[in-house]
C-alpha cells in the first residue's frame, strides 16, 4: 500500500502565531511532527503541506519536503488534500493518505504504525484514526481532550468534547467525585489522537461536503465525515499524544518527550 503522510502547518494561528516553528526540547515544533511520521513503519512518503516561506524553508534545513498550498483554505484536511492533488499533478499515486496535525510534536511513529496497518488490513474502510488511554480525570474532563466511542468492530459511534459514554447511576460525573475514579472505570473512555488516514478518492469526497451542524457545534471535523455516513476505524494505541495549542503547552509536549528518552 503507498501511503502518503501529509503534514499541514500554517503559521498564522490565532492563539499561537508560528507555532510551526517553535522550539519543542531545541527543535521547530514540526520537525519532530516530521520525524516521527517518516520513523513510521508503511509510510512511503512525508511532505509538510504549508502555505508560509518561513515554515517551508526550515523543513527544507532539517532534510524534509515542503509542499506550497493555497493561505485561503480552511482547514488542515483542505491542506492535506491540495497536497495530494499537487503530487498526483506530477504523476505521483497513493492508494491511503495520513494527515497528521502538525502540532503534535509527541506523536509516536507506532501510533502512525498503526493506523497504516488499520487502512492496510481492511481495504473497504474509507477512514482511520487513533485513539488511546486517558492517563488520569483531569484529562478526561478537559473539552480540549476529545473522547470517542466505538463498536464491537473498533469503528466509530461518535466523538466528543464532552465525556462520553455517560455512566448513568453513578456520581463519578459530580465534581467532588472525579479524584476517585477507578483505573478500571477510567477504561471506559477513549482519548482521539489528532491523527487520520484517507482513501484518496474519500478525501477529495470528504473536502466537497459542507460542514455538518454537530461539527460546527463541537468543532471536531471529523463529524462531518460520521454525519455522512462516512465509516471511520480506529486503531488503539498506548501512546498519549499532545497537541500544542497556546504557549502554555510546550512544557507538557517536553515532558512527555523526556519521559519517552527523546529530549
Known amino acids: 500500500m503507498r501511503t502518503l503522510a501529509v ?26 511532527v516530521f520525524e516521527a511520521a517518516s520513523k ?34 480552511p482547514s488542515g484536511t483542505d491542506r492535506t488534500a491540495a497536497a495530494l492533488a499537487a503530487l498526483e499533478d506530477s504523476g505521483e499515486t497513493f492508494d491511503c493518505v495520513l494527515n497528521i496535525q502538525g502540532d503534535e510534536p509527541a506523536m509516536h511513529p507506532d501510533t502512525v504504525s498503526s493506523v497504516v496497518a488499520l487502512m492496510r488490513d481492511n481495504p473497504d474502510l474509507s477512514m482511520g484514526t487513533a ?24 469503528r466509530a459511534l461518535y466523538f466528543s468534547r464532552s465525556p462520553i459514554p455517560y455512566i448513568r447511576h453513578s456520581s463519578l460525573f459530580e465534581p467532588d467525585f472525579r479524584p476517585w475514579m477507578s483505573h478500571e472505570q477510567l477504561g471506559l473512555f477513549k482519548r482521539h489522537l489528532g491523527l ?22 463541537e468543532m471536531l471535523e471529523q463529524l462531518r465525515a ?12 498506548p501512546f498519549l499524544s499532545i497537541g500544542v495549542d497556546v504557549p502554555g503547552d510546550v512544557a507538557a509536549a517536553e515532558a512527555l518527550l523526556r519521559e519517552r528518552g527523546l529530549a
Not at 502547518?9 to 519532530?32: E, V
Not at 466511542?149 to 473498533?154: A, G, K, S
Open 196 to 217: 487520520y488516514a484517507y482513501r484518496p478518492s474519500v478525501l477529495k469526497a470528504f473536502t466537497k461536503l459542507p460542514p455538518h451542524l454537530l461539527e460546527q457545534t
Open 40 to 73: 513510521a513503519s508503511g509510510v512511503m512518503r512525508v511532505v509538510v503541506a504549508t502555505d508560509d516561506d518561513r515554515i517551508a524553508s526550515a523543513v527544507r534545513g532539517f532534510g524534509g519536503e515542503a509542499v506550497m498550498t493555497d493561505a485561503a483554505l
Open 131 to 154: 485513539a488511546c488511554p486517558f492517563a488520569n480525570t483531569d484529562e478526561l474532563f478537559n473539552p480540549n481532550a476529545v473522547k470517542v466511542v466505538t463498536d464491537d468492530h473498533h
Open 226 to 237: 460520521l454525519a455522512a455516513g462516512i465509516p471511520i476505524g480506529v486503531a488503539f494505541t
Open 7 to 32: 503534514l499541514p502547518s500554517r503559521f498564522q494561528a490565532s492563539r499561537f502565531p508560528g507555532k510551526p516553528l517553535a522550539l519543542i526540547a531545541g527543535k521547530p515544533m514540526i520537525q519532530w
